[in-house]
Structures are given as structure tokens and as C-alpha cells.
């Protein structure tokens, strides 16, 4: 038997005309905990859903301890001990935890499911590696990081000495994810083998023994850890050097743009989410809204860009009072909106990047002309869209579903940006893009600035708040707790407002 | 006659046999189209397949003289036409609503073509040589007043539909066969990464749905009366549908919805002796399932909010 419990080789893979992995290498050792990186599309998740048997490869060699397997089916996987946590959970919301737990290799008693057996199974592990869960709670009711837990004990009940998370930290508060190393560390001393997806390089810095990396479905190399640097798995991921702090250039500020005033918000299970919040943007400004997630930026956003009813309070945009008017009217009043959930919200992903690069503006000249649509006029903006932000494929009729993270909040990004609108609201314009794109999208933010727009900057990565703004606001539980100019500002005294602390707490740090 | 006189003599205990009566058809059909919403399939074909049964149940006891061939052939057919429905649905992707619809078609035209064809009757077809579903007598039960009228001289199939419901109850929520539908029906996706066969699953659900349609169909035809008449459903299915949804596909609160539109159709045939205009006494029914249906709806409505509010 090899030193590896896992060796992948010369892997290809195609989705129709999409080669989603062209040369794939990957080897796991016993114990040891082993990250796979690479920007979004790079091939990494499909890797790994390979190995599980999610779908079938084209060509190449996968061995799973010494067995060299044909074809795979998620059962075979199981039954060799590989578990994968995916990235959406594969967890049934009305079932209980436990049910889930069990779910297809349920203990019996006659007709019966034993519930009883299962409760003890369980206990086991969680007590092993401390991972609390809540058994008979509802997946509906318990937090991420608990159903993260779930998958996790999911996958060690059937037996899994090789567990595979797919950008497990993604939807984890920082606290959550410090739980989870903790628990991948206990996992990892008792003999089982980790593979570890991500794109948060500190993150894989932290936890990795060894580290491959991938790019547009090719296999980079694969280093220890001690023996490579966060600049050095950077360039192997995307091939040369990114500056992530844009050079600030504090332009003139001009007049009011966005002017919210004594604004109340309802969320959907809460009244009031938003209590009484006044906050502006002037012309060639950015102002970024700090804050833990679910704290009201939605809500904000929502409110401001029509979305959301306004309880109480006053939205005025380009000094017209759009409060609780159709979007219509306030995209009219000058407002463009790159939504915090592009799937849902910012894309329609059966229809064409053409198709959703005009959206917005399809009944204006010269997209369309007395109620005909212009099709020429609108393959000719859309060609010039790709080239200028660099959307791949360059193919604008192909679906907006078949475009990587990234590149599809390019098409946002574009869309909304290139209306030149003297008011942009971003909401997490880089959440859960590759790195390149990050680079990219904060770039066309920043020469909107410059151009005089103002720019409303919703994000939940502090550090690019800190790097794009020119003034930063705080809020915690709907209120804002402090301000400050972003020359100011630092993780610690932003840290210590968006928990709620006075704004003395920047003298502090 | 005064007001109360009436309805003395409309609710009397009788009413509660009779209410029983016309909702089992209703029952079994709620129930065909409950297993397959477990596994996230609306089964709007559940008349089609009621109404092929109850054909297929009299043919087959009026040619062999046997009432238990007739409703075990109801049922084989019954699955016939839900695997088609399923094949459609499952392996080629169609609409299942779209097959449904066409299932229910094709019954009402292909039972009124074979009632031509083979007994050269329009509209209905009766006889003699038609072995029904015996009824369960219990004698000594005639002398006992209330419990004699409440229960003797059911139909067997009435019976039945009691047990088949606290079976199916318990099949769905208390074994690995229902863990697993469920969860098929909720996230196929993640049954999938589970191990569990998502397909087979469904089909299984649509083969068990098929066998309970046939029963429903083979029921109305012989136990529920002894004929078989054109249409002879006239939307019992959709009734059950509609009873499925305000039960949420839970085999015992869809039937206490079944209860609801036998209870109404019962008193509205007592009402009409008494100079309630038989128009009336028609809509009733369908009256019945809107307003079932629109509280229902409105309860989904309110628990989509409840969960969506949850996932925040």
C-alpha cells in the first residue's frame, strides 16, 4: 500500500464545452490536514466532487487506499471512508438533526426506525471531538455553524476517516470558524485525513500540514506549508502579483447624493431591525458600512434601494425624496444597486449575459426602439461589456448559470457601473469571488469615485472597507455606534464600534 | 316545519355513518396523492387512475364473478398508469401536472369508449353479475342501540380505509422508508449525497400511489355502489388533492379534510328532502373544497413566511 489514502492522477473533466478540470493531480497521507486552493472556477470543488463520486470523470486515475476505482458512485465513497461537508449543506430543514444524521444507513428495530440506537451513536462523537449539536432540534432552527457540525458528525457516522470540507469558513463568523479548527485539529489527531477547499489564504496558513493549488482546472503544485507564504500561494494561484490595497486618492467631495434621514426598518422577523438611522453620501465619495453580518446592512440597502418598506423616516436621493417609491422611480432619481445576493437578486441565471447586461435599461434607446428590441445595438454594448471587464467566457449568449462566482458578479458589476448613475449602493460587491475578480470589481468602484459618483459600500470583509473608503460608518443591532475617516480607522477600533462599544474605544487601539 | 325540527331529524347519528360513507372515496384518494407529495410529487392524475380502477374493478367482476380479482386488477391498473405517469415525470423530465392532466383525460375518454365497446351501454353500466364488496355484518351488534348504527354493515373497503390510513401514518413517520421519502421529497440533493436511490424512491411512491388510486377507484365502484357510470369520480380526485393539501400529505389530517366534504356532501343530500333546491346540494362539494383549500393555502403561506424568517 502507498504512503497516500487517496491519489488522484492526470484527471480531466468536462461540463458540455466547459473543461472544468484539465489536469488534475491531487494525493492525500493519513493524518494530515491538506488544503486545496485556487480562485473560484479553479476547479478545486469539482476535484473533490470527483473523488465522491458526484459525477463521473472523463479520464484519468483515482485510487482510494490501494483500490484503483472505475466508476464512483457517493455510496462506493462512503462505503471507502471518504465524508464530504458541502459547500450548501446537504441537510433536509424540516427533518431533525438526528434524522439527518442517520439518514440512509438508518438503524432498524423490526419496522421501526431506533431512534434510541441513534441517540447513542451520536453521543459518542460528540463527546469525542466536542462538536455540541442540538438533536432534536430542526435544521431550520439551529445556526450555521451548529448544521456545519451536523455535516461533519454526518460524515464520521458512516464511517469517514477522510473528510473533505468544501469552503467550509465561507458562511462561518470568524468565532465559528475558530470552533471549527479547533474541531479539525481534534479530527486530525485521531487519525483522520482532512481535505480542506478554501480561498482564504490566512486561513489555509493556519490550519494546513501541505497545500495544492489550482488554477483554471490545472494542478499548480502542491508545497508544505513551512515551506510557502501567503505572496507565494497567491502568485501560484492566479499567476502573478495583486495589490489589494488600492492606492486612496481623496478626491474632491461634492454635494449630498444620498441623504437618509431618521430612516426605521422592518426585517422579516423583526420590527424595527433599523431604528432611526441618518447617514449621507456626497459626490465622489465612498463611505463603507461596517458591521457584523445581520446587524441592518441588509435592511439598509434594501430600504434605500427600494426594496424595502420604510416604516418611518426619509430616503432622499439627488435631492428628490424617494422614500418607500417604486425602483423604478428611484433608479430613475439616479441610483444603480449591485445586490448583496447575485443569484437571487442580481442575476437571472436562465437568461444571457446579454440578456442581463440590458436589463435594466431595456426600454431606453438604443436598446430598444417603440417597444422593439434593438438586438444589434444590445450585441454591440455587450460585446464592448466583456472586453471591459474582462467577463469569460466572452460568449454573451451563454447563460448567466454557467459563469464561475465571479465572472457573474462581473456582469452585475458591469451592468450597474456603466450607467454612470450619480449613486452607487455595492452590497458585498466581492463576496464569494476569486481573487482576481476581488481586484478587478475594487478597481471599477474606485474610478466611479473618481468619476463623481457616490458610492454606498456594504461589505462584510473590514479590511476591504478599510481600503475602499474614504469615511467608514459603524452599526450594530440597526443603529449607527460611531464614523470615522477611514485614515482613522483600524481593525481594532472598527472591531470594538461594531460590537456596540462607544465611540471612546478608538482611543484605545 | 320549524327550523329545529329539521335539524333534529337531518343530524341524527346516522349522519355520522353517512358523512363516513361519502368520504372514503375521498379518503383514498387524499391518500394516493399523499405518498407521492412526501416525495415532492403533486399526483393530479389521482383521478385519472380512481377512475380506470372503478372501471377496471367492474369489468373484472362482472366477467369472472369475483369482487377481490375486480379490486386486484383495479389496483394493478392502477399502478399501470402511475408508472407511466412516473416514467414521464421521473426519466423524460416532464411536467407532472401537465402528464396528470393528460392521465385524466385519457380515463374519462378511454372508459367511455370501452363501456361501448364491450357492453354497448352510454353512460352507465350496471348488472346483476357484478360481485360488490361485501359488507361486514356483525349481528349481534342489531340489538345494540347507537354502536349498531354507527358501525355495523360497513363495507369492507371502509373498514380498510381506516387501517390504511394509520399504516400509511405509520410507514411515513415511523420507518426508513418514510425518513427516506421525506427526505427525497425536501432535498433530493441531500438524500443523494446520503446514498439513498432518489429515483427509486420515487418511483416506489408512484407504484404504492398507483395501488392505492386503483383501491380508491374499485371502492366507489363496488363498495360504494355497484355501477360504473361515465365520470363516475366526478372530481373525487381533485378532492383528494385538495384534502392532501390541507392535511400537508399527512395521511390523518388529509383525512379529517375528507370528513369535512362528506360531512358536507351528506347533509346537503338531507337538506335537499326538506326544499333545499338540488343546485345547492351540487355545489356543495366544490363549495367545500375552495374554502378547504383557501385556509389551507393561507396555513402554508403563513409557515413559508415562518421558515423563511427562520433561515435570516
Given at each position: 500500500m502507498s504512503e497516500y489514502v487517496v491519489e488522484m492522477k492526470d484527471i480531466i473533466k468536462t461540463f458540455g464545452q466547459v473543461q472544468a478540470v484539465k489536469n488534475g493531480q491531487f494525493n492525500l497521507r493519513k493524518g494530515e490536514i491538506h488544503s486545496l486552493i485556487g480562485e473560484n472556477g479553479a476547479g478545486k470543488s469539482t476535484m473533490m466532487k470527483l473523488l465522491y463520486g458526484m459525477y463521473p470523470i472523463n479520464s484519468g486515475e483515482i485510487i482510494i487506499k490501494g483500490e484503483r476505482m472505475g466508476e464512483i458512485t457517493p455510496m462506493m465513497a462512503i462505503e471507502r471512508g471518504i465524508g464530504m461537508v458541502h459547500q450548501e449543506f446537504m441537510l433536509v430543514s424540516e427533518l431533525t438533526v438526528l434524522e439527518n444524521i442517520i439518514l440512509g444507513f438508518e438503524p432498524r428495530k423490526g419496522l421501526r426506525l431506533d431512534l434510541d440506537k441513534a441517540r447513542a451513536d451520536v453521543r459518542k462523537y460528540i463527546e469525542e471531538y466536542q462538536m455540541?449539536?442540538?438533536?432534536?432540534?430542526?435544521?431550520?432552527?439551529?445556526?450555521v455553524g451548529e448544521a456545519q457540525r451536523v455535516e461533519i458528525i454526518k460524515t464520521l457516522m458512516r464511517g469517514a476517516d477522510v473528510i473533505i470540507l468544501d469552503?467550509?469558513?465561507?458562511?462561518?463568523t470568524p468565532q465559528e470558524a475558530e470552533r471549527l479548527f479547533e474541531i479539525l485539529e481534534n479530527l486530525k489527531s485521531s487519525g483522520k485525513s482532512i481535505v480542506f477547499i478554501s480561498h482564504k489564504l490566512n486561513e489555509v496558513m493556519q490550519i494546513s500540514d501541505r497545500i495544492s493549488v489550482m488554477r483554471q482546472g490545472q494542478y499548480m503544485g502542491t508545497v508544505n506549508k513551512s515551506e510557502t507564504s501567503p505572496l507565494d500561494l497567491t502568485k501560484r494561484m492566479i499567476g502573478r502579483e495583486v495589490f489589494l490595497n488600492i492606492e486612496k486618492d481623496y478626491g474632491k467631495v461634492g454635494e449630498k447624493i444620498l441623504d437618509v434621514q431618521d430612516v426605521w426598518v422592518s426585517s422579516n422577523k423583526e420590527?424595527?431591525?433599523?431604528?432611526g438611522m441618518s447617514l449621507s453620501v456626497r459626490a465622489g465619495e465612498i463611505v463603507g458600512v461596517a458591521g457584523i453580518d445581520g446587524n441592518g446592512q441588509s435592511e439598509l440597502v434594501e430600504a434605500i434601494t427600494g426594496l424595502r418598506k420604510v416604516e418611518k423616516g426619509k430616503v432622499i436621493v439627488c435631492g428628490k425624496d424617494v422614500t418607500n417609491k417604486s425602483v423604478k422611480v428611484i433608479r430613475g432619481a439616479g441610483m444603480a444597486h449591485i445586490p448583496e445576493d447575485r443569484n437571487r437578486m442580481g442575476l437571472d441565471r436562465a437568461m444571457s449575459i446579454r440578456d442581463n447586461l440590458v436589463t435594466v435599461r431595456v426600454d431606453e434607446a438604443p436598446f430598444s426602439k417603440h417597444g422593439i428590441l434593438q438586438l444589434s445595438a444590445q450585441d454591440a454594448y455587450s460585446e464592448q461589456m466583456v472586453k471591459e471587464f474582462d467577463i469569460r467566457p466572452t460568449d454573451y449568449h451563454l447563460p448567466t448559470s454557467s459563469l464561475s462566482g465571479g465572472n457573474a458578479q462581473k456582469v452585475v458589476v458591469a451592468r450597474e457601473v456603466s450607467m454612470k448613475k450619480q449613486l452607487l449602493i455595492a452590497s458585498q460587491p466581492t463576496r464569494g469571488v476569486d481573487i482576481g475578480a476581488i481586484e478587478q470589481i475594487r478597481n471599477t468602484l474606485e474610478k466611479a469615485k473618481k468619476e463623481g459618483s457616490g458610492v454606498l459600500l456594504v461589505s462584510a470583509e473590514l479590511e476591504e472597507i478599510i481600503s475602499l473608503s474614504d469615511r467608514i460608518i459603524v452599526i450594530h443591532e440597526g443603529k449607527i455606534t460611531g464614523e470615522m475617516m477611514a485614515s482613522e480607522a483600524n481593525e481594532n477600533n472598527l472591531g470594538l464600534l461594531m460590537m456596540g462599544g462607544a465611540k471612546g474605544g478608538a482611543e484605545h487601539a | 316545519m320549524s327550523f329545529f325540527s329539521i335539524m333534529s331529524k337531518v343530524l341524527n347519528l346516522s349522519l355520522i355513518y353517512a358523512s363516513f360513507r361519502a368520504a372514503t372515496p375521498i379518503i383514498y384518494a387524499a391518500l394516493c396523492a399523499s405518498v407521492t407529495q412526501q416525495a415532492n410529487?403533486?399526483?393530479?392524475?389521482t383521478e385519472g387512475i380512481m377512475l380506470i380502477g372503478a372501471f377496471t374493478a367492474v369489468t373484472v367482476s362482472y366477467f369472472t364473478g369475483s369482487w377481490i380479482l375486480g379490486v386486484l386488477c383495479a389496483m394493478l391498473a392502477g399502478v399501470v398508469i402511475a408508472l407511466i405517469m412516473a416514467v414521464g415525470h421521473i426519466k423524460f423530465g416532464a411536467d407532472i401536472c401537465g402528464i396528470g392532466m393528460g392521465i385524466n383525460m385519457l380515463a374519462l375518454a378511454i372508459t367511455k369508449f370501452l363501456l361501448k365497446a364491450i357492453y354497448d351501454v352510454n353512460g352507465a353500466f350496471s348488472s346483476p353479475q357484478i360481485k360488490v364488496i361485501p359488507k361486514v355484518s356483525i349481528p349481534f351488534l342489531d340489538n345494540v342501540p347507537v354502536i349498531g348504527t354507527l358501525l355495523n354493515n360497513w363495507s369492507l373497503t371502509e373498514w380498510f380505509a381506516i387501517i390504511l390510513i394509520i399504516v400509511l401514518q405509520f410507514f411515513i413517520f415511523k420507518t426508513v422508508w418514510g425518513l427516506r421519502l421525506r427526505a427525497v421529497g425536501q432535498f433530493p440533493e441531500a438524500a443523494k449525497t446520503a446514498g439513498i436511490k432518489v429515483n427509486a424512491v420515487k418511483y416506489r411512491a408512484m407504484a404504492i400511489s398507483g395501488l392505492i388510486g386503483g383501491l380508491a377507484g374499485a371502492h366507489l365502484s363496488l363498495g360504494y355502489s355497484s355501477q360504473f357510470i361515465e365520470n363516475m369520480t366526478s372530481s373525487r380526485g381533485f378532492m383528494g388533492v385538495a384534502a392532501m393539501y390541507f392535511g400537508g400529505a399527512n395521511p390523518v389530517k388529509a383525512s379529517i379534510g375528507c370528513l369535512l366534504f362528506g360531512f358536507a356532501d351528506s347533509i346537503g343530500a338531507r337538506l335537499q328532502a326538506y326544499g333545499l333546491p338540488s343546485q345547492f346540494v351540487l355545489m356543495m362539494p366544490y363549495i367545500v373544497t375552495i374554502v378547504v383549500l383557501a385556509i389551507s393555502m393561507a396555513a402554508q403561506l403563513r409557515s413559508a413566511k415562518r421558515r423563511q424568517s427562520s433561515l435570516n
Open positions: 455540541d449539536v442540538q438533536l432534536d432540534k430542526r435544521i431550520s432552527q439551529i445556526s469552503e467550509p469558513t465561507a458562511v462561518l420590527t424595527s431591525k433599523i431604528r | 410529487i403533486l399526483n393530479i392524475g
